[in-house]
């Protein structure tokens, strides 16, 4: 193994990213049986680019695997929620797809 290969395999792909539920496809299930949610997440923010305010609303391919499936089949299209994963290439090798592995409700309800 070359030095650049062994670099290329270390390295950081981590993705925080907050928003809401704008699409759900029905359940399915991986080739080795493991079930699967195909998800649209819509986010919306104001960031700094050299000093100056941005907006940034965009749509993001999302799927969560295992478990997690389940939950996100739970969560309400509006409610505020954020996301933890990383970013892998799309099945038809076009684009990225963010492969969440931590759902957190942004604002839990609080039991009566």
């Known amino acids: 193994m070359t030095s650049a290969t062994a670099a290329a395999q ?26 699967a949610l195909d998800l649209v997440i819509e986010h919306q923010s104001v960031v700094q680019e050299e000093g100056v305010p941005r907006k ?23 409610e505020p929620v954020d996301f933890q994963g990383f970013l892998a290439p799309a099945r038809n090798g076009r684009g990225l797809v963010f492969h969440i592995t931590l759902i957190q409700r942004a604002n839990p309800a609080v039991p009566d």
């Open 10 to 35: 270390v390295g950081t792909n981590r993705l925080s990213l907050s928003g809401v539920v704008k699409e759900r496809s029905a359940l399915r299930y991986t080739p080795v049986g493991l079930p």
């Open 56 to 78: 940034v609303t965009m749509d993001c391919k999302s799927v969560c695997i295992g478990t997690l499936a389940a939950q996100a089949q739970q969560l309400a299209m509006d």
